[in-house]
């Protein structure tokens, strides 16, 4: 640990018995000491992930020290634990690679290395992936149900869950709650509530919800505390684990408790700025982890992308922008009574804060309710000519699928908006990938009509959803966390610009070929595009097709692509389930027998951001080999 420049190495090592429910001095000042080691520490190498631009979430894992910190002491002291910090909000990630430094499984310097590529701290915990690391934890909520099933596994122990009042906003919770109880599991969930989410708080948002009176429903002993009183949370800890069957312990305290300027905010929830965390740290003493921090370098993309413009923009943003032109065309009493947006604390990630700030009285602020915020909306749009509009990351478009085939069966109008999809940009990693986007065309042929649109830039994305936006039906916009270039035709003129309207269903030509075609949409057509136009420099004369209707067949054009000599799909969807796994399907199936490759995302994650491309292989250097390996054969 000399490497860190905070000295890990004076954590100290006690052992506590649950059987003793309240601190000697020695031990309560020891846990102070631990306490304010990690804090520092947690606050230090988050910031070096704000530093290099990756971001990575401070305020949780900072929250839950304390509990941390106890769990670690009690851990120590009996073998009566499954001695695992299994914890609910995966985004508290840092507490389990601090943990793990502390237990040996890894250098401290590595934690400078936070959520940045390659590093395999990546911004969700990974088995497997990260040395030390016990358990993967998956999207918001999903642990407490699969924690269930460790403690039928391991009945002479007890468990915890650290949880928090977001993640128990998730409907799996509920559905484990009961589960824990019937069965009198030894679940013991210490759960941070401190009134915040990304988007809000919930005493706001979600007016008269209680974690501890819903779980007290359920029929869990319920036990709540001041989570900063360290004597007050150590005896609720004891009570808990000398109570048969599941107990909750609800340790209310404000979000990151002792930070200026992060106090109470929002902000805390996701990474400390670098200039809070250097006053922070000042203020501390910590004057080598400031010198540290202060030079940390954000690494940068300097990749050009031939065929594209200069000008970026993020189209989950645009989305929102694009759906407010289309309101402002609307009546007041129109958009009142027709407009329905519902959203799920991800509002400025999906650009539903446009919406929001411009017409308020048609937004609904909700809370990590993926399933029942997405019904809502289904069931606003059930009446003809009405519209809800739902938005979430693509990750948990996976968590629909039956609230899907039932608005496909209601015949409901629903426009949804499912950003960060694919890859690209996402230190969060493997379980925030939105891979399986394709799922959401779950219906029969004959079913209710449903569309899915990925549109490559952000000139597309106006165009998509003016066109769309009043159709009948499921809608599904998806766009990446990352920004995206202007296309530009051949002649350098954006091709989504001036006269270009939005026609579903059909795919476009960006640009012609002789030899074949690579056919791409959404991030990955910038990306295809500068290794169409370097293969042309070489001679190789390969055409590239945008393909915006994912889920619609345009027979003319994958004729025209089929009775070329080669077909090359590319995509960051799952290459299992994404748009290649059936478009040789289509092709066979009309006899027509191009040579044929599919490039799509096939492993787990690197981290980082725009790192994520190449390590699938789907980059232009990944595209232009695959094309030149199809040439020869």
Not at 123 to 150: A, D, Q
């Amino acid at each position: 640990m000399t490497n860190f420049p905070i000295d890990l190495g004076s954590y100290k090592r006690i052992k506590l018995d649950a059987s003793v429910s309240t601190l000697t001095a020695e031990q309560k000042t020891a846990l102070q000491a631990n306490i304010q080691l990690c804090r520092d520490a947690i606050v230090f190498f988050t910031a070096t992930g704000a530093a290099r631009g990756v971001g990575g979430h401070t305020g949780g894992p900072y929250d839950t020290v304390p509990e941390v910190m106890i769990m670690d002491a009690l851990f120590r002291g009996s073998d009566k634990y499954v001695p695992t910090f299994f914890d609910e909000a995966g985004h508290r990630v840092a507490t389990q690679y601090l943990m793990s430094v502390l237990n040996g499984d890894m250098p401290a310097e590595k934690l400078t290395e936070y959520r940045a590529a390659h590093s395999h701290l990546p911004g969700h915990p990974e088995l497997g992936f990260t040395p030390g690391v016990k358990f993967s934890s998956g999207r918001l909520g999903h642990m407490w149900p699969y924690i269930n099933g460790v403690a039928i596994a391991n009945p002479s122990k007890t468990l915890f869950c650290l949880g928090s009042d977001g993640s128990q906003q998730e409907g799996d919770d509920a559905e484990a709650a009961r589960l824990a109880v019937a069965q009198g599991l030894n679940v013991k969930l210490i759960i941070d509530d401190n009134d915040v989410t990304i988007a809000g708080h919930p005493s706001k948002y979600l007016k008269g919800c209680s974690t501890a009176k819903t779980l007290a429903g359920h029929g869990l002993t319920v036990l709540e505390g001041d989570g900063e009183d360290l004597d007050s949370l150590y005896a609720n800890i004891c009570k808990a684990i000398n109570t048969d069957g599941p107990v909750a312990i609800i340790n209310y305290r404000k979000m990151c408790p002792g930070i200026v300027g992060l106090e109470g905010s929002t902000h805390g929830h996701d990474v400390v700025s670098v200039k809070v965390a250097l006053e922070y740290l000042e203020t501390r003493g910590h004057t080598a982890a400031v010198e540290f921090l202060k030079a940390v370098v954000a690494p940068k993309m300097t990749d050009t992308f031939l065929g594209s413009s200069d000008k970026w923009d993020a189209n989950r943003n645009v989305f929102g922008d694009a759906v407010v032109a289309v309101m402002n065309g609307m009546s007041e009493a129109d958009r009142k009574t027709k407009v329905r947006v519902i959203d799920s604390d991800l509002e400025g990630s999906c650009g539903l804060h446009k919406i929001h700030a411009a017409f308020p009285d048609s937004f609904i602020s909700s809370g990590i309710m993926e399933r029942g915020n997405f019904s809502a909306a289904a069931g606003f749009g059930m009446e003809a000519g009405k519209q809800g509009i739902f938005g979430t990351f693509s990750a948990f478009l996976e968590m629909l699928m039956s609230e899907i085939t039932m608005a496909r069966l209601n015949n409901s109008n629903v426009l949804s908006h499912f950003s960060h999809s694919g890859i690209d940009d996402m230190a969060d990693n493997t379980c925030h990938f939105g891979l399986n986007n394709m799922f959401a065309d779950n219906g029969l042929s004959d079913g209710y009509a449903t569309g899915l649109y990925f549109p490559a830039d952000p000139n597309q994305m106006k165009a998509v959803v003016e066109k769309i936006f009043f159709d009948p039906g499921l809608r599904f916009v998806f766009s990446t966390r990352s920004k995206t270039p202007l296309i530009l035709d051949d002649k350098g003129n954006e091709f989504f610009g001036g006269s270009y309207k939005f026609v579903p269903g059909k795919d476009e030509v960006i640009r012609e070929g002789t030899a074949g075609y690579v056919v791409a949409f959404g991030e990955t057509l910038y990306r295809a595009l500068d290794a169409v136009e370097r293969l042309k420099a070489e001679g190789i004369d390969v055409g590239l097709i945008n393909k915006p209707t994912l889920n619609v067949i345009d027979e003319d054009m994958l004729t025209k692509v089929g009775k070329s000599p080669m077909v090359l799909v590319v995509e960051s969807f799952n290459k299992k389930t994404g748009l290649g796994s059936r478009y040789g399907s289509w092709l066979l199936e009309r006899g027509l027998t191009p040579k044929f490759a599919h490039l799509g995302t096939h492993k787990e994650g690197c981290g980082g951001l725009w790192e994520q491309f190449p390590h699938q292989g789907i980059d232009p250097i990944g595209i232009t080999a695959k094309v030149k390996e199809l040439m020869k054969k």
